[in-house]
């Protein structure tokens, strides 16, 4: 066993030779390593969210489990917060994040809000997940479908790839909507998409009635729900990460594997945090209009009956 000093804090390394990605050659000591060099562009977009873990005793490809609750064995300078039956682990510091790379926990699953504000999420989600048969150019063809009719609405929006098969657009909105506004105004984005690309689009929940068309997932944004966060590494063979990427690199055909852990570093110290605009005030967006017209729909429906 070795320790770091992280922080102040004492981090104790067991196994570092224990091997994580067998295909990349990235041990446990590599990992962690890694992980303090993406810390930067970690910790501000983790900061004070409920985090789930997923940790892989044996590395990738070996079996996993969900860890919501911070187990009792852990460090008591870990921040923590209480959320109904859990005590979940606040990602909020570098030797937090170190000994999370020493628990082999492979991927960060974080909360749509902040603890402080536990009701309001910080962002929309657009979760664009393929069915079954489709390529991830279909993916990047929805994606630049909607992102065309949110700038025809003056909605800036930000986007990056989940790490697997998905891409994942962001709008900020700065903790403006509680939920039950938010679930809203996704449920009507998704609505109006599925029926203006009835062939490309569906928000069918079950899976065998999508056939080949992608799933928008507006109701995966929701208080106690979880979503890959930026910047997490994937338990893939290619030691994947999900990348902020601009909508100019999507026009011009991403793929999910071309960001990972051996290169993720570089393209941050050449590229910038392109998800720091979420954390601004300054970008924040203006939703009303679409509750305005949602309430306006529902009022003349009433009517109507």
Known sequence: MNDLMVDGNRVRITNPEKMLWPELGIRKIDYITKLIELAPYILPHARDRLLTAIRYPDGEGGKSFFQKSTP?????WLEKAEWREHRYTLLNSL???????????????????RV????????????????EGQEFEDVIEVALDIHETLMGLNIQSWIKTSGATGLQIY?????????????KINEFFGRYFSQKYPQKITIE????????????????????????????????????????VSWEE??????????????????LKEKGDLFQPL???????????????????????????
Do not use: C
């Open 116 to 131: 402080r504000k536990e009701n309001y999420p910080t962002d929309l989600v657009f979760d664009l997940d393929p069915s």
């Open 72 to 76: 009792d064995y852990a460090p008591e």
């Open 171 to 183: 709008i900020p909105i700065g903790q403006r909507y509680d939920y039950n506004a938010a679930r």
């Open 250 to 267: 999507v026009r011009m055909g991403i793929r999910p594997e071309d960001f990972h852990l051996l290169n993720a570093a570089s393209r």
């Open 279 to 305: 954390l601004l005030q300054e970008n924040v967006q203006n939703m009303d209009f679409i509750l305005e017209h949602i309430n306006q729909e529902k009022n003349s429906q009433m009517t109507e009956k």
């Open 95 to 113: 030797s937090t994040l170190a000994w999370l790379g020493n628990q082999a926990a492979l991927e960060f699953h974080t909360g749509f809000n």
């Open 205 to 244: 929940r079950m899976v065998k009635k999508r056939g080949h068309r992608l799933y928008f997932d507006y109701l995966q944004m929701w208080n106690g729900k979880t979503i890959t966060m930026v910047y997490s590494p994937r338990a893939t063979p290619k030691g994947t990460v999900s990348m902020p």
